[in-house]
């Protein structure tokens, strides 16, 4: 009975529609070293990759954004805030690199999109509709690998190794990733939320994904 029961459930949790977040919220309400969203996907391999997401916190120490690791990296593609005000770490194959002078007011949302391309090595952030130089982290290694992508915790271990003192608190919403580097037009239209093509590895407007501990899903306030 208890493996029929088992069978059941595995079968309900593969069978799991994708779901519209749109004018929904992911509400990171505490510090933990447990909760988070793990977001799903087929994909091995990205030889370039855009992320976008929208977040506000209060927070003013380091956090987490997007953590992306695989069974050979721990941090294939990161997105850290580290303590500074002004600097967002972004990691690519365990290499990393730091942009400078941004600004992130607390309590306030704030738009991010983050580029990387392993055929030349090069990285660049968008923040609040504006881009920063690009930066050089690691080339000719596309990431590869079974991705476990988690979202309110920063991995230092394959899907797991979280520290509290690393967690988003939060909200994080439209959040998409594509395997390609976007174009500047496609990233201003994200960035003043007019037309974009979806993200075709995540798609806010077609997620699949699990939560762990208590992450809640919300209506976005902006749009109360």
């Not at 059941?8 to 529609?17: D, K, L, N, Y």
């Not at 942009?99 to 090595?121: D, I, K, R, V, Y």
């Not at 899907?159 to 690393?166: I, V, Y």
Request: charged residues 20%.
């Amino acid at each position: 009975m208890e493996k029929l029961l088992l069978l059941i459930a595995v079968i309900a949790t593969c069978s799991a529609e994708p779901e519209d977040l749109s004018g929904k919220v992911f509400v990171f309400p505490k510090e933990s070293n447990r909760d988070h969203v793990k977001l799903l996907t087929s994909r091995t391999s990205f030889n370039s990759v855009t992320v976008c997401l929208r977040f506000l916190t209060d927070l003013k120490r380091n956090y987490g954004l997007f953590s992306l690791s695989t069974p050979s990296h721990n941090n294939d593609f990161v997105l850290f805030k580290i303590n500074s005000e002004d600097v967002i770490r972004m990691h690519a194959r365990d290499g990393g690199t730091d942009f400078l002078s941004l600004s992130f007011p607390t309590n306030t949302w704030h738009s991010m999109c983050a580029t990387w391309q392993s055929e030349n090595g090069l990285a660049q952030l968008w923040v609040d509709g504006k881009p920063t130089i690009k930066r050089f982290i690691k080339d000719g290694q596309p990431i590869t690998g079974a991705p476990s992508t988690i979202l309110g915790q920063e991995q230092d271990a394959y899907g797991g190794g979280f520290d509290a003192n690393q967690c988003f608190i939060g909200m994080i919403t439209k959040l998409h990733m594509w395997d390609r580097v976007l174009s500047a037009s496609e990233l201003k239209n994200y960035m003043n939320d007019k037309h974009f093509t979806p993200g075709n590895v995540f798609d806010w407007t077609s997620l699949d994904y699990e939560i762990t501990g208590q992450v809640l899903v919300e209506e976005d306030p902006e749009l109360m």
